[in-house]
């Protein structure tokens, strides 16, 4: 079957660095995206991996390794802001989205 | 660019009545359109998948008599909840994408609806 892990809830402080990882099981694979989401608000794209390696947008930076079936979001200079629950999901043969539960990030100051 | 809108935002109705949520891609055009449901605390639940001028494609334990969805443009695409029960009350939420295999989804800002 097709299934995505993701750790349920995590803590980090504010101006710290927080890892988010994700490994995924799917039938066949066309990519990995991240979205974030506040509470009560729709998921907002953070980041697309279809290749091994590390790709970095500002502060947010995403991790593809397709052999070992994970990803992970790196979060730097963690601001406030950045609380909000992370979406994992992987891209199947399909074309179809296969989503993670979600990881629910919360800063502390 | 690639804003997409739903309305109403949040809505509170009687069981057994019947709701209407409208998502319209603003300023793109949207060959597909995704309808999710999310319940507090949870994912993302796909429930079924739009095409302008066809028939949705309804994923598996989802009623397509009682979520019924129209794709009737490129713009926009309507869920009505029929006969709503007090367990539909879930956060709603539509995507589009323009057509392309891969490609990230747009979401749409999301439809509460509470069923009294």
């Known amino acids: 079957g097709q299934n995505i892990d993701q750790p349920t809830e995590m803590t980090a402080t504010e101006g710290a660095i927080v890892q988010i990882n994700c490994t995924y099981q799917t039938s066949g694979f066309n990519g990995l995206f991240w979205y974030q989401q506040h509470a009560g608000e729709a998921p907002t794209f953070l980041s697309y991996n279809v290749l091994d390696g590390l790709e970095e947008k500002g502060r947010f930076s995403s991790f593809l390794s397709r052999s070992k079936g994970y990803s992970y979001l790196l979060l730097k200079e963690l601001q406030m802001k950045d609380s909000a629950s992370y979406l994992c999901?992987?891209?199947?043969?399909?074309?179809?989205?296969?989503w993670g539960a979600g990881t629910k990030l919360i800063i502390k100051p | 660019g690639a804003v997409v809108s739903q309305h109403p935002s949040w809505v509170i109705c009687k069981s057994g009545t019947s709701v209407k949520i409208e998502c319209r891609s603003l300023?793109?055009?949207?060959?597909?359109m995704f309808w999710y449901r999310q319940f507090p605390k949870q994912s993302l639940m796909l429930m079924a998948t739009s095409n302008e001028g066809s028939k949705a494609t309804y994923e598996q334990g989802v009623e397509k008599d009682k979520f019924l969805i129209n794709h009737a443009s490129l713009t926009l695409s309507t869920l009505t909840v029929t006969s709503a029960h007090p367990e539909d009350s879930s956060f709603y939420i539509c995507s589009a994408t323009v057509g392309r295999e891969i490609e990230e989804q747009y979401f749409g800002p999301g439809t509460r609806l509470t069923v009294t």
């Open positions: 999901a992987a891209m199947d043969s399909n074309y179809q989205l296969i």
């Open positions: 300023d793109f055009q949207a060959t597909t």
